[in-house]
């Protein structure tokens, strides 16, 4: 039931990522949901061997690389995709910042309704 929720407002956290920011288009809740599930398909594969691949650079950089592959997961995800669109890298990168704040919102407030060891 927690993962159908955070889908659910991952998708919703997307539209209000597209509403704030014009470098980010979303076509419809239904465009928003499948851009939130490759997201977090990107982000739970693909997101950990760049992250293994760049250390050096994000080590020089005292972890603001992260920034970089974060924004190249929400780029690529754009690019797959028909009804979600983002105008270029900076877009990518502003957009996925935007997106990343608010989704620690809703984790904190999917572990006061789904608390842990529950």
Do not use: H
């Amino acid at each position: 039931m927690k993962l159908i929720a955070k889908w659910l407002l991952a998708a919703c956290a997307l539209l209000l990522v597209a509403y704030i920011y014009p470098g980010v288009q979303v076509q419809s809740y239904g465009s928003a949901l499948i851009a939130a599930a490759v997201i977090a398909f990107f982000n739970t594969l693909v997101r950990p061997i760049l992250v293994i691949l760049t250390l050096p650079v994000t080590l020089v950089t005292l972890g603001l690389f992260l920034f970089v592959i974060n924004a190249l997961m929400f780029w690529a995800a754009s690019g797959l995709l028909g009804g979600f669109g983002v105008d270029g890298f900076w877009a990518a990168l502003l957009g996925s910042i935007i997106y990343s704040l608010l989704m620690l919102l809703i984790e904190s407030a999917l572990r006061s309704v789904f608390p842990p060891g529950n």
